[in-house]
């Protein structure tokens, strides 16, 4: 797979990609990383990225010519994602499909953003990883590479460990125990220590429609449930809703 970051700050990335598991996938071959610097392809002495706002304002704005130049001059790619705070949130579905489409270019905008020329012209999507401003978008071109890195196959240690993760079932993850079966008084559920597989499957499903339903219930509308799911699920929302409505939260 052949990734693409367009950024003015290419050790931003470039340390972030030589570590844990990102690093030991490239290492293996299993994607190659081009970093492009819209500085590059500046014309005056001072290599200016950015100029004032028409129209007034506070901040900068990415000038166009550079930012295009920089993207034209990475051979096509199968999708042109812009990091942005208004671009729509990045979900596991994106990163499973930009797993399956064999290039991806992220872009990073900095300062108060990207001539709007630009998107229009030369992006394909914008992404959001979060309801928050950041000062560009090299953590969200991360944030991306690391969730689409990860998905590949020789990435991970156990290729089950992808399809387990929260979010790929559309539910959050149920919780993990490790040795010893009893630390500092607290013991690991029983039934992990059974061996009885069918078993640990069932309380592992249950937990993650447990967290999912105490955290982030919208998910569920979108989970097929069995009749003994949706009732036991049914419960739990209903337990949720008496507690928010009583004065002290729920608590005792």
Known sequence: MRLVVVTLFPGLVEGYLSQGIVGRAAARGLFTTTLVDPRAFTEDRHRTVDDVPFGGGAGMVM????????IDSVEPVATRVLLSPTGRPFRQADAERFARLGSVMCVCGRYEGI?????????????????FVLSGGELGALVIIDAVVRLLPGALGNEQS?????FTSGLLEHAH???P???RGV???DVLLSGHHAEIERWRRRESLRLTAERRPELLNQVNLSGEERRFVDALLSVRSTNDERPDGGRE
């Open 187 to 189: 013991s690991v559920p």
């Open 63 to 70: 000038k166009p010519e550079p930012l295009a130049r920089a």
């Open 162 to 166: 992808a399809v387990h993760e929260t």
């Open 181 to 183: 079966a009893e630390w």
């Open 115 to 131: 001539d709007r020329r630009v998107i229009d012209s030369h992006i394909d999507e914008e992404l959001s990883i979060g309801d």
């Open 177 to 179: 125990y490790t040795r």
